[in-house]
């Protein structure tokens, strides 16, 4: 081989390893790789829109988000689910406790899912008690706990929480936390975080994504307290525990005071309000945001 040759064939490979880069960055881009926590609220907004899988029983487009299978399903009707108060200084504590809720939950949306004849996977769970990194994000995280798309886990930090929670020793608030983050992958696993993110996606500003987010956040929240009210013959909330759910959701909404710019997760009163649906509701049906008046998602 001779020089020239040798530089064009060194040329030519590295033009095709920079082109496969770039289309890995575009991928990566486009799967919502390089997504940030979205300000405000108690905990973010879903990371990540990753691409359905080629079950053709998974809804997608405006369906998915409007006319859902899961809609249809009626009451959750989870397994009895004893949930031991947790011991909020201990970290191991927090661990099992939340090991627990999240069986609980696991049960309970894989029967709904089949319900509705969905495919389901559980998501992973992830406790941090030391520094690391997700996909979507490095943890710790503002927030406390969050959801990842791109790897299917819900994360939440058992110190960090309790601190961000200022030592709340209610052990219905972090079931109600880990409920919220957890319905993120429903919405995953039923196609519409999908949507969702493409139609977010095409608005130019940050009023009308934040439009989006609200909706998205709200309807966790229905979602979580669809859950706790289902497991409420096992896992009884007292009056004063449905009463710290609520607060909670008021605590976690959007400030009266903050920017337009930065309200993605409801109003104090709507977020209050699609927590209590939920806990009466105690069905996906109850918590369909995106057909609702636009008052009651602000």
């Not at 691409?51 to 299978?69: I, K, M, Q, T, W």
């Not at 997760?265 to 945001?289: D, F, I, Y």
Request: one cysteine or more; glycine letters at 10%.
């Amino acid at each position: 081989m001779d020089v020239g040759q040798g530089r064009r064939r060194t040329a030519l490979f590295a033009a095709l390893a920079a082109a496969s880069v770039a289309l890995f960055v575009l991928l990566w881009t486009a799967a919502g790789g390089s997504s940030a926590p979205a300000p405000g609220g108690g905990s973010s907004a879903p990371d990540e829109a990753a691409a359905p899988g080629a079950d053709s029983r998974v809804p997608a487009g405006r369906e998915a988000l409007v006319d859902n299978p899961l809609y249809d399903t009626g009451r959750l009707a989870p397994l009895p689910c004893p949930v031991p108060d947790p011991d909020v200084e201990d970290p191991a504590s927090m661990e099992r406790f939340l090991d627990t809720v999240a069986d609980c939950l696991d049960q309970a949306w894989s029967t709904q899912f089949a319900q509705a004849g969905l495919p389901y996977d559980p998501p992973s769970r992830v406790f941090w008690t030391e520094p690391g990194s997700s996909p979507c994000r490095d943890y710790p995280s503002e927030a406390g706990a969050f959801y990842c798309r791109t790897s299917q886990s819900v994360y939440i930090g058992t110190e960090d929480v309790v601190r961000k929670w200022q030592g709340e020793t209610n052990g219905a608030v972090y079931a109600s936390l880990l409920a919220h983050e957890y319905a993120h992958h429903v919405q995953g696993e039923s196609g519409l975080l999908e949507y969702y993110h493409e139609r977010r996606g095409r608005e130019s500003g940050r009023r009308a994504q934040n439009a989006w987010t609200r909706r998205s956040e709200l309807q966790a929240n229905c979602l979580a307290g669809a859950f706790l009210g289902s497991v409420a013959v096992s896992y009884p909330l007292e009056e004063r525990d449905t009463a710290a759910v609520l607060e909670d959701a008021e605590a976690t909404a959007d400030r009266p005071d903050g920017a337009e710019e930065d309200r993605t997760h409801g109003s104090q009163a709507n977020s209050r309000a699609w927590t209590e649906r939920g806990l009466e509701g105690q069905s996906p049906g109850s918590c369909n945001t995106w057909t609702a008046e636009p008052a009651l998602v602000q």
